[in-house]
């Protein structure tokens, strides 16, 4: 089934307008510190050349939509700042409705917005072209690029140019990539360490899961249980599956409280983060199925269920329809966003009957 939207609301229309500002939040201190972090640190003078010849703002947000690393030239920087549009800004629709940055992290695709499109009246003399960052490899998300002009200044090439930042901090990013384990485990799974993809068993995947989800650390008679749970496993078999595991991974993993010691990238983890942080459109947007239904691991069934409990309690309290019909259009399995799409659509909506058949279906 296929549903394209254009726009996005997150937040209403009357809230949005009497904004001054994006929310300025606090940033994780060792952001900096992650492979994401030291490749905005490595890149960003050539980004803040691009945006200075062009006199233009630029910007880098992490997966929620939250301003990372921002810089302005001369004629931008004191609008810039009056609307929070530097570290720790949050420009997610849910936070400030219409704009760029929001349009593409709920999309995930290169968006522009012109000025009488944003939701705040502060930037509505702006015009602003965002493109999410996405390993072409791995498919790992990592945040949004955006740039951003006065709406005299704006060009018709703006959104070729705001993707060309994101292939440059890509290439910074390649260039920095040392022993990452990335994990994408909605929907159909797929795990590559270095770039490369790993043919691993189900077993295995569950091994990296628990161990991502235990990240001080986990004994090896904790691991057992809560991989095999009361089965009648020996502990030499688990010791081989994670043998197995550290010569993929380089020596990954550490032995006696084993953890994982490589970088990681994982889009339950950043869905977990967004749910915590309440930002749905970000959860919404990394949920692409079920997180490993086949399991039969315990702990893993544990975390599976709570997460589906309370993406389902969002769900039921959703009232944006567009929000929900993204999600049924990547995991049409989710009942209850489609029961949720039938109590709010419109009568006359496109999408009625589509839904519908999906409920009658399933």
């Known amino acids: 089934?296929?549903?394209?939207?254009?726009?996005?609301?997150?937040?209403?229309?009357?809230?949005?307008?009497?904004?001054?500002?994006?929310?300025?939040?606090?940033?994780?201190?060792?952001?900096?510190s992650s492979l994401f972090g030291r490749s905005i640190q490595q890149g960003q003078h050539e980004l803040a050349s691009i945006a200075d010849e062009a006199g233009m703002a630029i910007g880098v947000t992490d997966s929620c939509g939250t301003l990372l690393w921002a810089w302005s030239s001369k004629v931008m920087r004191s609008s810039a700042e009056q609307v929070h549009f530097v570290e720790g800004g949050q420009w997610s629709t849910q936070s400030v409705g219409t704009n760029a940055i929001g349009i593409a992290l709920n999309t995930h695709q290169t968006s522009c917005v012109y000025s009488h499109e944003n939701s705040m009246n502060s930037v509505r003399d702006w015009v602003c072209y965002a493109t999410?960052?996405?390993?072409?490899?791995?498919?790992?998300y990592y945040g949004i690029m955006n740039l951003s002009a006065k709406y005299k200044k704006h060009s018709a090439l703006g959104k070729l140019a705001v993707e060309r930042c994101a292939e440059l901090l890509s290439q910074v990013f390649h260039a920095q990539q040392q022993d990452c384990l990335s994990m994408n485990l909605f929907g159909t799974p797929q795990i590559s360490f270095n770039q490369t993809i790993l043919t691993i068993t189900q077993r295995q995947t569950e091994i990296l899961c628990i161990l991502a989800l235990c990240p001080a650390g986990i004994q090896l008679d904790e691991l057992h249980y809560a991989l095999y749970g009361d089965r009648e496993v020996s502990l030499t078999t688990l010791k081989a599956e994670i043998s197995q595991l550290r010569h993929l991974l380089k020596g990954g993993?550490?032995?006696?409280?084993?953890?994982?010691?490589?970088?990681?990238?994982?889009?339950?983890l950043m869905a977990e983060k967004a749910l915590n942080?309440?930002?749905?459109?970000?959860?919404?947007?990394?949920?692409?199925?079920?997180?490993?239904?086949?399991?039969?691991?315990?702990?893993?069934?544990?975390?599976?269920?709570?997460?589906?409990?309370?993406?389902?309690?969002?769900?039921?309290?959703?009232?944006?329809a567009n929000l929900l019909l993204n999600l049924v259009n990547r995991a049409p399995e989710r009942l209850d966003a489609i029961e949720r799409l039938l109590e709010i659509l419109p009568e006359d909506s496109p999408y009625l009957d589509k839904v519908q058949a999906l409920l009658d279906h399933s």
């Open 277 to 320: 942080a309440g930002y749905m459109q970000t959860v919404f947007n990394l949920y692409k199925g079920e997180f490993l239904p086949k399991t039969d691991s315990p702990f893993l069934r544990a975390w599976r269920d709570a997460f589906d409990a309370r993406l389902s309690h969002y769900i039921y309290h959703c009232q944006d």
């Open 253 to 268: 993993i550490q032995s006696r409280c084993y953890r994982l010691n490589c970088e990681l990238q994982c889009d339950f």
């Open 132 to 140: 999410p960052i996405i390993d072409p490899k791995t498919k790992q």
């Open 1 to 32: 089934m296929d549903m394209q939207h254009t726009r996005f609301s997150g937040t209403s229309t009357d809230s949005t307008l009497s904004l001054t500002a994006a929310p300025l939040l606090c940033l994780e201190q060792n952001w900096q």
